[in-house]
């Protein structure tokens, strides 16, 4: 299948979001813009982490979004529903077994099979654009076994390839609906959220600084804050607490 109209194949470069907010500075993108690279030479994770993938087996990816108008408080609001996006597709293929990690990865069972790191452009404390950058397992069967989390793919899920143009249009195709049901109705994207969250309503083990302690997951609130009950109920901003 040929890619989108308003999909554009780098066969490789060092950062799909790189890329992407580049285009961002030189005014040539535009509002639902996806950059796929076929390989990536320096991806990106959460919190300075590398994003390592094989070429031609998975998506990387970038999408731009003109978010001119919306507040600031809905940043997190948008990352939820960009994580349901990922999360709509990949269930959509691989079944039941998957759910979102807070904030923002993939998981299926307690394999993780994606991530996401949004950046934004804020001029004169307006915020902007914003540039959505995807990985997500989809053909990969072999993994760097010193990742700590075992990784997964759909191929290993399904037990055959998959199409990567065909996914790339899907995904495309849930992150344009889910921005959309965000504009009409944040609400509804904080209750998807939640239903969709690991772990919840399961008791987890989490380091704080030096601090080791279980906790049960309840949820999120409206501020991207981890809601966790042990001896007291606690909200934790993402980067405050590891998962163990």
Not at 8 to 19: A, E, G, V
Not at 27 to 53: C, I, N, P
Not at 57 to 82: C, K, W, Y
Not at 188 to 215: C, G, M, P, Q, T
Request: aromatic share 10%; charged share 25%.
């Amino acid at each position: 299948m040929k890619p989108g109209a308003d999909i554009t194949i780098l066969p490789s470069i060092d950062s799909t979001n790189i890329y992407a907010m580049q285009q961002v500075h030189a005014h040539m993108a535009k509002d639902g813009q996806v950059y796929f690279a076929l390989e990536q030479t320096a991806g990106r994770g959460q919190r300075g982490k590398q994003w390592l993938s094989a070429p031609g087996t998975n998506i990387m990816m970038s999408m731009v979004f003109d978010v001119n108008g919306l507040p600031h408080e809905r940043q997190f609001p948008f990352n939820m529903a960009m994580a349901l996006a990922c999360y709509d597709y990949y269930k959509s293929v691989a079944g039941d077994d998957v759910s979102v990690k807070w904030p923002n990865d993939i998981y299926w069972r307690d394999r993780k099979a994606g991530g996401i790191l949004i950046e934004n452009l804020i001029q004169s404390g307006i915020w902007t654009w914003a540039v959505v950058g995807i990985g997500l397992n989809i053909n990969q069967t072999q993994f760097d076994p010193l990742i700590s989390r075992t990784p997964v793919s759909l191929k290993q899920i399904t037990g055959r390839d998959i199409d990567l143009m065909e996914a790339l249009n899907a995904l495309a195709v849930q992150l344009r609906k889910r921005w959309d049901e965000l504009r009409r109705s944040p609400s509804n994207i904080l209750e998807a959220y939640e239903s969709a969250l690991y772990k919840k309503e399961e008791k987890v083990k989490f380091k704080k600084d030096n601090r080791v302690f279980e906790a049960v997951v309840r949820g999120v609130d409206a501020y991207g804050r981890l809601r966790v009950q042990s001896t007291i109920d606690e909200l934790f901003a993402h980067g405050e607490i590891e998962w163990l």
